[in-house]
Structure formats: C-alpha cells, structure tokens
C-alpha cells in the first residue's frame, strides 16, 4: 500500500518569512495530493490539493509543487502570519474521492 | 462543501462497553470513511463505509471491532466496541464526492476518552 513520509516533524520561522514542508510517497499510481491544516482541537481542514498532471498550484500566500518522477510533493507558505500556526499534514490518493494515506505531520510555530 | 454533523462530539466511557458514532451530511456523497487519530498522531483510515454493502476495512481494524453502516447517502454510525484505555482518541467521518465531485472534508470528530 501507499506510504507518505513528511519532513520536519516541528518547524519555527519568524514571522514574515518562508515555511516548506516536504513529502514523499511510495505508490506510482497515487495521482492526487491534497494538504490539511489542523489547529489545536478542530478538525483538518483542506487548504490546498494538486493533481498529478499539474506541477505547480498556488493560492495566494500557499503553493505547492510536484514532482512525479521522485515521487516528492512540497507545501511552501510565505509571508507566514502566527494564524499559520497549526500542524500541517499532506496527503496521498489515487483520485479526489480515494481514500486517502497521511503524512506523519508538521508543527509549523510561526513566532512574532 | 458539505456540511458535516457528527455526534457525540466527545464521551467518557467505561471499559468494556461500546459506542455508537453518527455521520449526517446535508447532501448525498459519493464516499464516506472514518478515520482514527490517536493523540498528537496522524490520520490513520479505519474503513470505507459503502452504502447498502459492508464496509472495506483497512489493515488492522476488523468489522467485530469497528461495526459500521452506511443505510444512504448522507449518514454513517461508527461503534467502537468493547473499548479500552487503547481505544481513546478521536474518530473522525470524513465525506467526499457528490455533485462537482468535491474532495474529501472531515466532520469535528468524536473525541473518546475510556477508562
């Protein structure tokens, strides 16, 4: 089965400035890489996906990338704000309404 | 996107009994799945709950212990039976599909706590 692997665990940046996580997954045939934030007690909310025929996708300050031949998909964040604050898990799955297979989580602190 | 209800939002349980968890959406979806994440932990996939057939369940979750149903399109019960301290965390419904064929949205989850 698929397996997702999502580095660093913690992340601390100033405000301001830039945040990148970073995945890998295992399964060739995983073709759609959505990514959640979750704030302390609420539950994980979509903030931004790509498809595998896309390398790039950007919603305002939030972009993410793909690179398909590594197998490696990345989150970049910039102009971090403390409502940032929150952990962040990427995901992987063979359509938008797969099931879908979890990163281990980043907690991204972005302090004043 | 769907609006999800899910019930309990949080219980306090005995050892040894068992909890029924519900899932309402106020639209009909294509795919629904519950999901465990244990304290501080990731999202790991119990089961896929099919509408009208018995669910598919992941790799180390059994239907005798995770029994789930799925009677329509818009509602799902999860029962986590015979619980123990183990079994604390948070269980989540999760919805995805329907018109526009939207990508999958978590209810707030069930936060259970067993002693």
């Known amino acids: 089965g698929e397996n997702v692997e999502q580095h660093p665990s913690t992340l601390s940046v100033q405000e301001g400035d830039s945040a990148v996580i970073k995945c890998t997954y295992s399964?060739?045939?995983?073709?759609?890489f959505p990514w959640y934030k979750q704030e302390l007690g609420k539950r994980p909310q979509l903030i931004i996906d790509?498809?595998?025929?896309?390398g790039e996708k950007k919603d305002q300050r939030i972009a993410v990338t793909l690179n398909k031949t590594a197998k490696h998909f990345s989150l970049h964040i910039t102009e971090t704000q403390p409502e940032d604050s929150a952990v962040y898990f990427c995901?992987?799955?063979?359509?938008?309404?797969?099931?879908?297979?979890f990163g281990t989580g980043t907690r991204l602190q972005v302090t004043l | 996107s769907a609006v999800i209800s899910q019930k309990p939002s949080r219980d306090i349980c005995q050892r040894g009994t068992s909890l029924t968890i519900q899932c309402q959406v106020d639209s009909q979806v294509t795919m629904m799945f519950w999901y465990r994440q244990q304290p501080g932990q990731s999202l790991t996939l119990i089961a896929t709950?099919?509408?009208?057939?018995?669910?598919?369940?992941e790799s180390g979750f059994v239907i005798d212990k995770f029994p789930i149903s799925r009677p329509n399109l818009t509602f799902s019960t999860l029962t986590v039976s015979n619980m123990s301290p183990e079994d604390s965390s948070i269980y989540l419904c999760?919805?995805?599909?329907?018109?526009?064929?939207?990508?999958?949205?978590f209810g707030d989850g069930t936060r259970l706590s067993i002693l």
């Open positions: 790509i498809r595998s025929n896309v």
């Open positions: 709950a099919n509408q009208g057939s018995e669910a598919t369940y």
């Open positions: 399964d060739s045939a995983s073709n759609y």
């Open positions: 995901a992987a799955s063979t359509g938008t309404a797969s099931k879908l297979t």
């Open positions: 999760s919805v995805a599909g329907g018109s526009g064929g939207q990508p999958q949205h």
